[in-house]
C-alpha cells in the first residue's frame, strides 16, 4: 500500500517538567502532559511501558483478510500508526482522554474515539478485525474489557490478543496487575464469548492468539451474572448462573459453577459452595480452577495433606493459576511455614493488587523477623489500589512502629485517625505512639 503524507504520524516535541517522568507533548496546535510510565509507551519518548510496534506487525501478518480494522486500548496511537501503514481503514480507541487527545494529534488518517464502555456501537460500526495489546492485564475486569472489545467486531470478524505472559517469578510493574497463561487466556475467551483459533508462537514475552465470536450466546449470561455482582445484586448473579442451559459448551457450565461458588461461599452457604465446586471439578477434570477450588474444600475438611496433594495438582495444569498457589499456600501453611511462606511469595507475584495475598505475605514476613520486606509488601499495595482500608494504615503503622520508624508510623496512624478515629485499632495503635 502507498504511504502518502496523511498516513505519516505527527511527531511531538518533549519538555520535561518538574515531575519525575513527566513531559509536556507539544504538537502544533496542542499541548499535552504525559507520564513515561508502564501504562502507556509515547513515540519518540524512552519509558518502561513495552515497545509492541513489532506485535501489531504480527498482527497484520495474521490479519490479511481485513480490510476495517480497530486497535482497542490504543494509547498514544503508536500501534494503530503501524497498523495504517498495512490496512485502508483503521480506527483507534481508548478510554482515557488524554490517550484520545495525544493519539488524535499524533494520527492524520486515523479515526480517534473515546470509549469506556458506555458507546453505542452501531452495526455499521463493526470491523474485520479487533486488535488488543497489553491492555488487558491493566484492567481491574479483563472480563469485562475483552467484552468492550468484542462489540467492535463483526460476527465473522477476528480478534488478536497478545498480553504479558505469567510466569512464578514475575514481578509486574503498575498499573499492570496481572499476566496470563494459555489456561487463563482461554477462560478469558470463554467468559468474553469468543472462541480460541490458534495461539501464535515466537512472541517472547507476551502470550499471543488469535479469536473468532463464539456462536452461542451463553456467555452473556456470565456477563449478566459479572454486571449484577458488581452492582452488588447476588441474588440476580445467582440467578443468572443458574439459568445457563446445560447444552452451553462445557467451559461455560465449569465458569458458572465456579462464580455461584464463589458467590455461595461469601454468603455463607458454605455446603452449597462445595457441591458446585464438586460439580464443577466433575464438569471439568482437567481445570486448574476447578482442582484449586477441590483444594479448598478439601482443607476446610482439615484433610491438610490432600488439600496440599490437589493444589498440587492444580499447579501442574497451571502453575501460574494464583488460586492453586493460594491454595497451595494454606494447605502448607498446616503442614511447613518455609513451604506456605515460599507459596504466599508466588501468589504475590502472580496477582499483586490481590489484597488478601499481600497481606498474608506481609504477616508471614512479620512473623519471621523480615521486617523490611513485610513493609514493603504493603507499601507496593499502595501501586495498585488508590483507596486502602483503614486496618491496612493501622497495619502498616504498626510495622513501622517496630522497625523504629516512628515518623512513617505515625503519618500512617493519622491516616487512619482521618479514616475512622473511632475505630477501636486507631485507638490502640495511637495509644502505643503517644508513649
Known amino acids: 500500500m502507498l504511504i502518502t503524507k496523511e498516513m505519516t504520524p ?4 518533549y519538555m520535561r517538567s518538574p515531575k519525575a517522568n513527566t513531559f509536556d507533548a507539544v504538537f502544533p496546535t496542542l499541548e499535552l502532559r504525559v507520564e513515561a510510565g508502564r501504562r502507556r509507551r509515547y513515540p519518540g519518548l524512552l519509558g518502561v511501558a513495552p515497545d509492541t510496534r513489532a506485535l501489531y506487525d504480527a498482527a497484520a501478518q495474521v490479519l490479511t483478510c481485513a480490510a476495517r480494522v480497530l486497535d482497542f486500548g490504543c494509547g498514544s496511537g503508536l500501534g494503530a500508526a503501524e497498523l495504517r501503514r498495512r490496512y485502508p481503514s483503521v480506527t483507534a480507541v481508548d478510554s482515557d482522554p488524554v490517550a484520545v487527545e495525544f493519539a488524535r494529534a499524533y494520527l492524520r488518517s486515523v479515526e480517534v474515539l473515546c470509549d469506556d464502555g458506555s458507546l453505542v456501537v452501531r452495526s455499521d460500526q463493526r470491523h474485520d478485525a479487533v486488535v488488543v495489546i497489553d491492555v488487558l492485564g491493566q484492567s481491574a475486569s479483563p472480563e469485562a474489557t475483552l467484552r468492550q472489545a468484542r462489540r467492535w467486531l463483526r460476527d465473522d470478524g477476528r480478534i488478536f490478543i497478545a498480553e504479558a505472559r505469567a510466569c512464578p517469578s514475575q514481578s509486574l ?18 467468559r468474553s464469548g469468543l472462541e480460541l483459533e490458534h495461539w501464535i508462537e515466537g512472541a517472547g514475552n507476551f502470550l499471543v492468539c488469535v479469536a473468532r465470536p463464539s456462536g452461542a450466546e451463553h456467555y452473556r449470561l456470565l456477563a449478566d451474572a459479572d454486571a449484577a455482582l458488581a452492582a452488588g445484586n447476588a441474588l440476580e448473579a445467582l ?3 443458574d439459568s445457563i442451559a446445560p447444552d452451553a459448551p462445557r467451559a461455560v457450565r465449569t465458569e458458572a459453577l465456579l462464580g455461584r461458588a464463589q458467590l455461595l461461599a461469601a454468603t455463607g452457604d ?15 477434570p482437567d481445570n486448574a480452577r476447578s482442582i484449586a477450588g477441590m483444594s479448598e474444600v478439601t482443607f476446610l475438611t482439615g484433610d491438610a495433606a490432600r488439600s496440599l496433594e490437589l493444589a498440587i495438582h492444580a499447579l501442574e495444569r497451571d502453575p501460574c493459576e494464583p488460586s492453586a498457589v493460594q491454595s497451595l499456600a494454606r494447605a502448607a501453611a498446616g503442614l511447613r511455614e518455609e513451604e506456605a511462606f515460599a507459596s504466599w511469595r508466588i501468589a504475590n507475584c502472580l496477582a499483586p493488587a490481590d489484597l488478601g495475598a499481600a497481606i498474608e505475605l506481609s504477616r508471614m514476613a512479620a512473623q519471621r523477623g523480615e521486617l523490611k520486606y513485610a513493609i514493603w509488601v504493603l507499601e507496593r499495595l499502595r501501586e495498585f489500589h488508590e483507596d486502602l482500608s483503614v486496618d491496612y494504615h493501622v497495619t502498616l503503622a504498626w510495622l513501622y512502629a517496630t522497625a523504629e520508624r516512628s515518623g512513617d508510623a505515625r503519618l500512617e496512624g493519622e491516616i487512619a485517625r482521618v479514616m475512622d478515629g ?7 495503635l495511637w495509644a502505643y505512639l503517644d508513649k
Request: net charge neutral.
Open 10 to 13: 505527527v511527531l511531538p516535541r
Open 173 to 190: 510493574l503498575a498499573p499492570v496487575v496481572r499476566a496470563f497463561s494459555p489456561p487463563s487466556l482461554s477462560t478469558l475467551l470463554t
Open 239 to 241: 440467578a443468572a448462573y
Open 270 to 284: 458454605i455446603s452449597a459452595a462445595c457441591q458446585a465446586v464438586l460439580d464443577a471439578a466433575g464438569l471439568s
Open 422 to 428: 473511632e475505630c477501636p485499632g486507631v485507638k490502640d
